[in-house]
């Protein structure tokens, strides 16, 4: 439970953030390691000398702890303690340690440290180049798929939790006039210029507490030690009304219009299950007017052989590991660096009280500054030299070394021997850009820091310090302040004077420009030099690439899969650009420039959906009568978001009895259907009837007030597409009901009309579906039942079918509509929403006697089969116009100004003889009932391809009639009544029918005036 | 052409690798060509192969704004179906899969294309409606498609969420097991390198600005970097751009140019063998041999031209595979993208002449043209040699917007591509 790589005493850092008074017990593949409050798990495993942590994906090569933030690409670990909490591919140096935190590598077989695809990386390795997968496994082609079952067995990182996540997650909408992107010293210098100013200020950074990268430095600032100002500013922020500070919470999307989402991990750096209350992450949703990209840098790696055994790192990163962390990750270090920053690694692991083997530094020279702290300190300096490859397996043994010529591209002596355990190698840095590419900025290559950075097409986005190429503190500072204020300033506040500490300023000489180190073999003979770790990228497969012919940046990394893993290239990208380019003869921007795409570190789904997810993925609506139908044991169906009662069986009734049930009760008595799922559309105006005129395909002009009129709407290429009864309240006003599931789309179809196409109409649209409460009585008896509730005069001579009469209905007013959809005599009672309950068992008590029969939409269906009516969106599918329904009647050529759909009316296809028309089938045997959905053919003994003339739109089985009723569009059926068409089935029998009409029961409409 | 097999991979292990060729040339155009494809994606690069190895007319050039294979071909989720609705549709896209099983060994390049079949999932009674008539039409066009219901869908994808608990459950679903995946960018690379060895010039980072017509006939493209180059017939085939394209002809293209997103989560461990798509919870999902699970839904709602979305739209998707897999919570999302989809109003494509002679136009393929695009190829190229449409592409012609044949997919079997 040792931690043998902790400092202890004298030599430990005086900036620690972790708190040695608190030990946590955490596991790492099944054994129990001790940290410290505040240790990742990266720093925790370091501590304690843990080499190995994962296995590379292509070659199974043992891969260590690389870097310390989001661009480590090696230690991606499978976290989580129950089945429900997995968490695949968690980087171990984001993720801090809680007690009992469990964790696993991603890889490996038996065992992470004995891995059997290391010796089948080693062996057959070298049969693997980039896009070897290409090139073989093609013959013999069936066998392709047995093939790739074994690619897939190789697949992946972590695995997906197999149980249910039991966390939630929330989204939040938050408005800032400046979004700094960033806490570390840029980022709270620009916080504090732009909030003292009073603008609205959002500070958000990944890391779990801010000061970034002065977290992993010994800068003083105002001469004293840096955690002082960091302290001092964020009390100033936190205290300030105007601003709002996020730690955990990585800014991982730009969006256009300057909106940006941040990730926000609230109890996931803490806790396995978010605590009984609280949620595991949230997403913010930010609109910001400006932002300040203050995302620092990331540093580059050199690419040299075996750069990949364990004990290869980032400078920074072993910084970061001692100042931050108290831990020193060996106990040899040799430095190989092409910059002055660097050697700050070099006397950090020195102050350790650990060995420093030497710098070797690819420059003849280095500056001033860090040549003396290096002489002080007694530390080596080897100039023009490089390290051109590590040794060792699961851990460094030693390194050689070789003299670079003055181009960096050769080797110009002979090689010696280094013995250390840690290599710490520093290129330079390349600014986070990512953020400032995801709404299209190309970053621009400056050639005098050997990076990219943020181009300034965005002209309310600004980015400074590292992330801007600016990499002296003083001047990061300095910059980061006149950010903060022009960015409150181009929000209106007045930014009169900045302010920001002040840091030593050092002699730096220039850094050498160098990304991959020279072998004494051809690359392609060399040992593998990595560039993209995750995804096993060498500079071979790079070069390789080129040489086949893949020219393009995009195509090298798409052959090769550079950047692809879940670091997104961050420590690769510009190295594979720096050897591409180099293959190619060109410079790095020649070749091209870097896309960062969202996220700039991934994000969990349950983050992005919010509470959008199970019963909130999309709203349920339920109608007033919802308790009711619940009660009374009905069985529900899913239209549009409506839940509406599809049956009501008794007992242990079947769907199949309890729809005859409801049939025969509402075709001989009384039936009742809960219809407020209708959309209702309230439409006033004086020129609500020309309205009406334009959008249904018939005529409304003279349509009388306390009348009702069933009406078909086409899109403009004629076909139907919803239907309804729209009535008349009074000469300007109206009110238009459509299908449940198209409500709102026919809403947005009118208003896109009028707003777009006829904004001179006056006329004005009210959805009122939820206000009105629509109940559909059926039935001989329906006449009967409504007498006793009602004042309105029923009398069938003067309140006819199709009118509309406005009056009381058990003790509320009420409008009541004679329309029918069964065939039956029926009426609507439409009442206030809130009524409806009340009413609706006032029908039933006074029904009872009647035997009222509640029924749902199967049976609704039923019943209006019997009557050839139809439905939209079941019998019609966009490709049939009202004279393929045989419903020319509800079509006026003659209206003075045109109707939507009117001209595609008259199309050659539209006019053409033999199309699909809707009839009526009757199966030969009265008891098939041919499924919906079967495909009707003339000649059932046809080979296949069958020629297919139409399908089964609706079909049942009519208990009142004692046999099976089917509607089908056939083509030129009107003209086919009588003649027999086949449904061939999947089961290989086939279903014989004749053609007929479609209305099947009742055909002269006698029961609509039963007295 | 460099043949590749299993035999020669060793072969040049024991080289190093040293000795690979190029896969295609880098050619500086001629003056003039039999036929001058603008547009180097999968379709434009299959016309190109097909072009030069069915019909024998090589003096072809692909002309190519970017890099070959950089537009949509290199952004869709690469899923290949055929069980389309309508005759039309159907004849097409199982045209096109008939070469997809056999791609990889005519081209001689492995596109890994992976018949591990394809789900499309009913949740309504009316989803199972038109399930229903999509299956029996397919099967009686001599397409494979079965009918599931959703004990039947369990068992193919163990880990989804069946139940009845969810939203929308899953009622059932079509099934057509010859459907799949296939590698995007190994389909456009093994098209271009055939090509390329056929004797087609592959044209890169040169952009089409213009048109020469003379009398009503076009004669030739202008180019940015080379200037006119003749042309005895063109073909444009340039997806997103088709509509910036045809105004530079003059012509107007009943299309809509819309951005269409994707996304893949982290690479995970095996956990989805097929490919599950719903109409109606309206995502679609499946995971690449990477490991990465592929992921899309529909288009933004509004125009445009930038390969970027809105992240509502990247929201609704994420939240419909959860409805579809809440084990998937605490996946996470590494990356997404959009490509530029041209739709038609009917959701169908446009293989058609156009009213200036010599001129062809493939596009309007809309969010579903990577898995025709071998057959989009084939007809297009049949088309362009002898000067008459194939019979396959008939039916796609831009007249149908005049005559009202409309092969509308949208409303009969409207599946999310």
Same mark, same amino acid.
């Given at each position: 439970m040792s931690q043998p790589n902790r400092i202890q005493g004298n030599n430990a850092s005086a900036q620690s953030r972790v708190d040695v008074s608190k030990p946590i017990t955490f596991s790492f593949n099944n054994k129990p390691y001790t940290g410290y409050a505040g240790d990742t798990i990266a720093s925790a495993l370091l501590a304690n000398d843990v080499d190995v942590v994962g296995r590379s994906f292509k070659y199974g090569r043992p891969r260590g702890i690389v870097a310390a933030g989001a661009e480590e690409p090696n230690a991606i670990l499978q976290l989580g303690k129950t089945e429900a909490t997995q968490v695949p591919n968690i980087r171990a140096t984001q993720q801090l340690i809680y007690e009992g935190l469990e964790c696993h590598s991603t890889n490996g077989w038996p065992s992470t440290e004995r891995d059997v695809m290391g010796v089948v990386g080693k062996l057959f390795g070298r049969f693997m180049p980039p896009g070897f997968y290409y090139k073989t496994f093609m013959a013999p082609s069936k066998l392709w798929m047995t093939y790739e079952k074994m690619i897939r067995k190789g697949a992946g990182l972590g695995r997906s939790p197999k149980a249910v996540d039991p966390d939630t997650y929330e989204t939040i909408n938050q408005h800032a006039d400046v979004l700094v992107v960033g806490g570390g010293p840029a980022g709270i210098t620009a916080a504090l210029n732009a909030a003292r100013t009073g603008a609205r200020v959002i500070l958000a950074d990944e890391q779990n507490e801010f000061g970034g990268n002065l977290l992993s430095q010994t800068d003083l600032l105002d001469g004293a030690p840096a955690q002082d100002w960091i302290d001092n500013s964020i009390d100033e922020l936190a205290t300030a009304d105007n601003v709002t500070l996020l730690i955990n919470a990585t800014v991982n999307g730009y969006h256009d219009h300057n909106f940006l989402t941040i990730h926000e991990r609230c109890t996931d750096q803490s806790f396995d299950l978010a605590p009984e209350g609280e949620i595991r992450q949230r997403m913010h949703r930010v609109r910001a007017k400006q932002v300040i990209l203050a995302t620092g840098a990331h540093e580059r790696p050199l690419v040299f052989g075996n750069n990949d055994i364990p004990g290869c790192m980032l400078a920074s990163a072993v910084s970061t590991y001692i100042n931050r962390y108290n831990v020193v990750p060996g106990k040899k270090l040799l430095l190989m660096t092409s910059n002055d920053n660097a050697y700050n690694t070099a006397f950090d692991w020195h102050n350790s009280g650990r060995l420093v083997r030497a710098i070797i530094d690819t420059r003849p020279a280095a500056g001033k500054t860090v040549v003396k702290k290096a002489t002080d300190a007694g530390i080596e300096i080897i100039y023009s030299s490089a390290i051109v490859q590590a040794q060792g397996n699961t851990c460094i043994s030693n390194a050689m070394v070789a003299p670079l010529d003055e181009t960096g591209e050769k080797l110009s002596g002979s090689v010696k021997q280094y013995d250390c355990d840690t290599i710490a190698t520093s290129s330079g840095w390349n600014p986070a850009v990512h953020l400032s590419c995801h709404t299209g900025g190309r970053p621009t290559w400056r050639e005098d820091i050997q990076g990219f950075v943020p181009d300034n097409f965005n002209k309310n986005m600004i980015a400074t310090g590292a992330g801007n190429g600016l990499y002296p503190l003083t001047e990061i500072l300095q910059d980061a302040a006149s950010a903060?204020?022009?960015?409150?300033?181009?929000?209106? #506040?007045?930014?009169?004077?900045?302010?920001?500490?002040?840091?030593?300023?050092?002699?730096?000489?220039?850094?050498?420009?160098?990304?991959?180190?020279?072998?004494?073999?051809?690359?392609?003979?060399?040992?593998?030099? #990595?560039?993209?770790?995750?995804?096993?990228?060498?500079?071979?497969?790079?070069? %390789?690439?080129?040489?086949?012919?893949?020219?393009?940046?995009?195509?090298?990394?798409?052959?090769?899969?550079?950047?692809?893993? $879940?670091?997104q290239g961050k420590l690769s990208n510009i190295n594979g650009m720096a050897i591409a380019a180099k293959k190619l003869g060109k410079t790095i921007p020649e070749t091209g420039t870097t896309v960062f795409r969202p996220n700039y570190t991934p994000v969990t789904f349950g983050a992005i959906s919010g509470r959008n997810v199970n019963e909130f993925f999309d709203i349920e609506r339920y109608s007033a009568l919802h308790t009711w139908h619940v009660e009374n044991g009905a069985e529900f169906e899913d239209v549009g978001q409506w839940k509406r009662p599809w049956y009501f069986p008794k007992g242990e009734e079947s769907m199949h009895e309890a729809v005859n049930r409801e049939c025969l009760a509402t075709r001989n008595g009384v039936g009742i259907i809960d219809a407020s799922t209708l959309g209702k559309i309230d439409i006033q105006g004086p020129d609500a009837r020309e309205f009406l005129n334009r959008v249904y395909t018939n005529a409304w002009s003279k349509l009388p007030v306390g009348r009702c009129r069933y009406g078909l709407m086409c899109g403009e290429d004629g076909m139907v597409f919803d239907d309804g009864v729209t009535s008349c309240i009074?000469?300007?006003?109206?009110?238009? $009901?459509?299908?449940?599931?198209?409500?709102?789309?026919?809403?947005?179809?009118?208003?896109?009309?009028?707003?777009?196409?006829?904004?001179?109409?006056?006329?004005? #649209?009210?959805?009122? $579906?939820?206000?009105?409460? $629509?109940?559909?009585?059926?039935?001989?008896?329906?006449?009967?039942?409504?007498?006793?509730?009602?004042?309105?005069? %029923?009398?069938?001579?003067?309140? @006819?079918?199709?009118?509309?009469?406005?009056?009381?209905?058990?003790?509320?007013?009420?409008?009541?509509?004679?329309?029918?959809?069964?065939?039956?005599?029926?009426?609507?009672?439409?009442?206030?929403?809130?009524?409806?309950?009340?009413?609706?068992?006032?029908?039933?008590?006074?029904?009872? @006697?009647?035997?009222?029969?509640?029924?749902?939409?199967?049976?609704?269906?039923?019943?209006?089969?019997?009557?050839?009516?139809?439905?939209?969106?079941?019998?019609?599918?966009?490709?049939?116009?009202?004279?393929?329904?045989?419903?020319?009647?509800?079509v006026s050529p003659a209206k003075e100004f045109s109707f939507l759909g009117k001209r595609s009316l008259a199309r050659e296809d539209t006019v053409k003889e033999n199309r699909k028309q809707l009839v009526g089938l009757k199966t030969t045997d009265a008891k098939t009932v041919a499924p919906e959905g079967s495909q009707i053919v003339l000649d059932p003994n046809q080979k296949i391809p069958m020629t297919m003339v139409g399908h089964v739109t609706s079909s049942y089985y009519s208990a009142v009639l004692e046999r099976s009723i089917a509607m089908a569009v056939i083509k030129g059926g009107l003209d086919k009544m009588g003649d027999k068409v086949y449904m061939p089935q999947a089961d290989g029998t086939t279903i014989e029918a004749e053609i007929c009409s479609p209305v099947f029961y009742d055909p002269k409409g006698e029961r609509q005036n039963v007295k | 052409m460099q043949h590749y097999s299993g035999f020669g991979l060793l072969k040049h292990a024991m080289s190093h690798h040293e000795n690979w060729q190029r896969v295609w040339r880098n050619p500086t155009p001629k003056k003039s060509y039999d036929v001058v494809i603008v547009g180097g994606g999968g379709h434009g690069l299959a016309t190109a192969y097909y072009l030069a190895k069915e019909f024998g007319i090589t003096n072809v050039a692909v002309i190519e704004k970017g890099y070959l294979g950089g537009g949509n071909t290199a952004r869709n989720t690469t899923i290949v179906r055929s069980n389309y609705l309508w005759d039309e549709s159907a004849f097409l896209y199982e045209h096109a899969m008939k070469l997809w099983e056999g791609l990889s060994q005519d081209l001689n390049y492995n596109v890994m294309f992976s018949q591990?079949?394809?789900?499309?999932?009913?949740?309504?009674?009316?989803?199972?409606?038109?399930?229903?008539?999509?299956?029996?039409?397919?099967?009686?066009?001599?397409?494979?498609?079965?009918?599931?219901?959703?004990?039947?869908?369990?068992?193919?994808?163990?880990?989804?969420?069946?139940?009845?608990?969810?939203?929308?459950? +899953?009622?059932?679903?079509?099934?057509?097991?010859?459907?799949?995946?296939?590698?995007?960018?190994?389909?456009?690379?093994?098209?271009?390198?055939?090509?390329?060895?056929?004797?087609?010039?592959?044209?890169?980072?040169?952009? /089409?600005?213009?048109?020469?017509?003379?009398?009503?006939?076009? !004669?030739?493209?202008?180019?940015?970097?080379?200037?006119?180059?003749?042309?005895?017939?063109?073909?444009? +085939?340039?997806?997103?751009?088709?509509?910036?394209?045809?105004?530079?002809?003059? &012509?107007? &293209? =009943?299309?809509?140019?819309?951005?269409?997103?994707?996304?893949?989560?982290?690479?995970?461990? =095996? *956990?989805?063998?097929?490919?599950?798509?719903?109409?109606? +919870?309206?995502?679609?999902?499946?995971?690449?041999?990477?490991?990465?699970? +592929?992921?899309?839904?529909? *288009?933004?709602?509004?125009?445009?031209?930038?390969?970027?979305?809105?992240?509502?739209?990247?929201?609704?998707? /994420?939240?419909?595979?959860?409805?579809?897999?809440?084990?998937?919570?605490?996946?996470?999302?590494?990356?997404?993208?959009?490509?530029?989809?041209?739709?038609?109003?009917?959701?169908? =494509?446009?293989?058609?002449?156009?009213?200036?002679?010599?001129?062809?136009?493939?596009?309007?393929?809309?969010?579903?043209?990577?898995?025709? !695009?071998?057959?989009?190829?084939?007809?297009?190229?049949?088309?362009?040699?002898?000067?008459?449409?194939?019979?396959?592409?008939? =039916?796609?012609?831009?007249?149908?917007?005049? !005559?009202g044949a409309l092969i509308d997919e949208h409303g009969a079997a409207g599946v999310a591509h």
């Amino acid at each position: 439970m040792s931690q043998p790589n902790r400092i202890q005493g004298n030599n430990a850092s005086a900036q620690s953030r972790v708190d040695v008074s608190k030990p946590i017990t955490f596991s790492f593949n099944n054994k129990p390691y001790t940290g410290y409050a505040g240790d990742t798990i990266a720093s925790a495993l370091l501590a304690n000398d843990v080499d190995v942590v994962g296995r590379s994906f292509k070659y199974g090569r043992p891969r260590g702890i690389v870097a310390a933030g989001a661009e480590e690409p090696n230690a991606i670990l499978q976290l989580g303690k129950t089945e429900a909490t997995q968490v695949p591919n968690i980087r171990a140096t984001q993720q801090l340690i809680y007690e009992g935190l469990e964790c696993h590598s991603t890889n490996g077989w038996p065992s992470t440290e004995r891995d059997v695809m290391g010796v089948v990386g080693k062996l057959f390795g070298r049969f693997m180049p980039p896009g070897f997968y290409y090139k073989t496994f093609m013959a013999p082609s069936k066998l392709w798929m047995t093939y790739e079952k074994m690619i897939r067995k190789g697949a992946g990182l972590g695995r997906s939790p197999k149980a249910v996540d039991p966390d939630t997650y929330e989204t939040i909408n938050q408005h800032a006039d400046v979004l700094v992107v960033g806490g570390g010293p840029a980022g709270i210098t620009a916080a504090l210029n732009a909030a003292r100013t009073g603008a609205r200020v959002i500070l958000a950074d990944e890391q779990n507490e801010f000061g970034g990268n002065l977290l992993s430095q010994t800068d003083l600032l105002d001469g004293a030690p840096a955690q002082d100002w960091i302290d001092n500013s964020i009390d100033e922020l936190a205290t300030a009304d105007n601003v709002t500070l996020l730690i955990n919470a990585t800014v991982n999307g730009y969006h256009d219009h300057n909106f940006l989402t941040i990730h926000e991990r609230c109890t996931d750096q803490s806790f396995d299950l978010a605590p009984e209350g609280e949620i595991r992450q949230r997403m913010h949703r930010v609109r910001a007017k400006q932002v300040i990209l203050a995302t620092g840098a990331h540093e580059r790696p050199l690419v040299f052989g075996n750069n990949d055994i364990p004990g290869c790192m980032l400078a920074s990163a072993v910084s970061t590991y001692i100042n931050r962390y108290n831990v020193v990750p060996g106990k040899k270090l040799l430095l190989m660096t092409s910059n002055d920053n660097a050697y700050n690694t070099a006397f950090d692991w020195h102050n350790s009280g650990r060995l420093v083997r030497a710098i070797i530094d690819t420059r003849p020279a280095a500056g001033k500054t860090v040549v003396k702290k290096a002489t002080d300190a007694g530390i080596e300096i080897i100039y023009s030299s490089a390290i051109v490859q590590a040794q060792g397996n699961t851990c460094i043994s030693n390194a050689m070394v070789a003299p670079l010529d003055e181009t960096g591209e050769k080797l110009s002596g002979s090689v010696k021997q280094y013995d250390c355990d840690t290599i710490a190698t520093s290129s330079g840095w390349n600014p986070a850009v990512h953020l400032s590419c995801h709404t299209g900025g190309r970053p621009t290559w400056r050639e005098d820091i050997q990076g990219f950075v943020p181009d300034n097409f965005n002209k309310n986005m600004i980015a400074t310090g590292a992330g801007n190429g600016l990499y002296p503190l003083t001047e990061i500072l300095q910059d980061a302040a006149s950010a903060g204020a022009f960015a409150a300033n181009a929000c209106g #506040f007045n930014a009169t004077k900045t302010s920001y500490a002040k840091a030593a300023v050092e002699d730096v000489a220039p850094s050498m420009p160098i990304f991959h180190i020279p072998h004494f073999k051809p690359t392609s003979r060399a040992p593998k030099q #990595f560039v993209d770790f995750q995804l096993d990228v060498t500079a071979a497969g790079i070069e %390789l690439a080129v040489q086949e012919g893949f020219e393009s940046i995009e195509h090298v990394k798409r052959y090769t899969a550079l950047g692809f893993g $879940t670091d997104q290239g961050k420590l690769s990208n510009i190295n594979g650009m720096a050897i591409a380019a180099k293959k190619l003869g060109k410079t790095i921007p020649e070749t091209g420039t870097t896309v960062f795409r969202p996220n700039y570190t991934p994000v969990t789904f349950g983050a992005i959906s919010g509470r959008n997810v199970n019963e909130f993925f999309d709203i349920e609506r339920y109608s007033a009568l919802h308790t009711w139908h619940v009660e009374n044991g009905a069985e529900f169906e899913d239209v549009g978001q409506w839940k509406r009662p599809w049956y009501f069986p008794k007992g242990e009734e079947s769907m199949h009895e309890a729809v005859n049930r409801e049939c025969l009760a509402t075709r001989n008595g009384v039936g009742i259907i809960d219809a407020s799922t209708l959309g209702k559309i309230d439409i006033q105006g004086p020129d609500a009837r020309e309205f009406l005129n334009r959008v249904y395909t018939n005529a409304w002009s003279k349509l009388p007030v306390g009348r009702c009129r069933y009406g078909l709407m086409c899109g403009e290429d004629g076909m139907v597409f919803d239907d309804g009864v729209t009535s008349c309240i009074s000469d300007n006003h109206f009110i238009m $009901t459509t299908t449940s599931g198209g409500a709102a789309h026919v809403f947005n179809w009118l208003e896109i009309w009028h707003q777009t196409e006829w904004p001179e109409l006056e006329v004005y #649209f009210n959805s009122v $579906t939820d206000q009105w409460a $629509t109940l559909s009585i059926s039935g001989p008896k329906a006449r009967l039942l409504l007498g006793e509730l009602t004042d309105i005069d %029923l009398n069938p001579d003067t309140f @006819k079918f199709m009118d509309l009469r406005e009056g009381v209905v058990a003790g509320v007013p009420a409008r009541v509509f004679r329309i029918s959809f069964t065939g039956e005599q029926s009426y609507e009672i439409n009442v206030q929403a809130n009524y409806a309950l009340a009413v609706w068992e006032k029908l039933f008590e006074h029904g009872a @006697k009647y035997d009222i029969t509640p029924y749902g939409t199967e049976t609704m269906h039923v019943l209006r089969a019997e009557k050839g009516f139809i439905i939209v969106g079941q019998d019609t599918d966009g490709s049939m116009t009202p004279y393929d329904l045989d419903m020319g009647w509800a079509v006026s050529p003659a209206k003075e100004f045109s109707f939507l759909g009117k001209r595609s009316l008259a199309r050659e296809d539209t006019v053409k003889e033999n199309r699909k028309q809707l009839v009526g089938l009757k199966t030969t045997d009265a008891k098939t009932v041919a499924p919906e959905g079967s495909q009707i053919v003339l000649d059932p003994n046809q080979k296949i391809p069958m020629t297919m003339v139409g399908h089964v739109t609706s079909s049942y089985y009519s208990a009142v009639l004692e046999r099976s009723i089917a509607m089908a569009v056939i083509k030129g059926g009107l003209d086919k009544m009588g003649d027999k068409v086949y449904m061939p089935q999947a089961d290989g029998t086939t279903i014989e029918a004749e053609i007929c009409s479609p209305v099947f029961y009742d055909p002269k409409g006698e029961r609509q005036n039963v007295k | 052409m460099q043949h590749y097999s299993g035999f020669g991979l060793l072969k040049h292990a024991m080289s190093h690798h040293e000795n690979w060729q190029r896969v295609w040339r880098n050619p500086t155009p001629k003056k003039s060509y039999d036929v001058v494809i603008v547009g180097g994606g999968g379709h434009g690069l299959a016309t190109a192969y097909y072009l030069a190895k069915e019909f024998g007319i090589t003096n072809v050039a692909v002309i190519e704004k970017g890099y070959l294979g950089g537009g949509n071909t290199a952004r869709n989720t690469t899923i290949v179906r055929s069980n389309y609705l309508w005759d039309e549709s159907a004849f097409l896209y199982e045209h096109a899969m008939k070469l997809w099983e056999g791609l990889s060994q005519d081209l001689n390049y492995n596109v890994m294309f992976s018949q591990r079949g394809v789900l499309n999932l009913g949740h309504t009674l009316q989803d199972m409606r038109d399930i229903s008539r999509r299956v029996n039409a397919n099967r009686l066009n001599g397409i494979d498609g079965e009918m599931l219901d959703a004990q039947q869908v369990k068992e193919i994808v163990p880990d989804m969420d069946c139940s009845a608990n969810r939203r929308y459950p +899953v009622m059932g679903a079509s099934w057509q097991p010859r459907g799949g995946v296939a590698r995007h960018d190994a389909v456009a690379w093994g098209f271009a390198r055939g090509a390329d060895a056929l004797g087609v010039d592959l044209i890169q980072q040169c952009a /089409v600005e213009g048109f020469e017509i003379e009398d009503g006939t076009v !004669t030739g493209v202008k180019t940015t970097q080379y200037g006119t180059i003749k042309a005895g017939k063109v073909g444009c +085939v340039v997806a997103g751009n088709s509509g910036v394209l045809a105004d530079m002809a003059g &012509l107007r &293209l =009943p299309l809509e140019s819309h951005p269409l997103q994707a996304l893949v989560s982290e690479p995970i461990k =095996p *956990i989805l063998d097929t490919v599950v798509m719903s109409n109606h +919870v309206h995502g679609y999902v499946s995971q690449s041999d990477k490991g990465d699970l +592929v992921i899309g839904a529909g *288009i933004d709602g509004y125009n445009g031209y930038g390969q970027r979305g809105s992240y509502p739209t990247i929201e609704h998707t /994420v939240s419909a595979i959860l409805e579809l897999f809440p084990i998937f919570s605490r996946v996470r999302m590494n990356r997404q993208w959009g490509g530029i989809v041209d739709t038609t109003p009917d959701a169908c =494509p446009l293989i058609s002449k156009t009213e200036i002679e010599n001129l062809y136009f493939n596009c309007g393929w809309g969010t579903g043209g990577f898995k025709a !695009t071998p057959g989009s190829g084939h007809v297009f190229a049949a088309s362009l040699a002898k000067g008459e449409m194939h019979e396959l592409a008939k =039916p796609f012609s831009i007249d149908r917007f005049n !005559t009202g044949a409309l092969i509308d997919e949208h409303g009969a079997a409207g599946v999310a591509h």
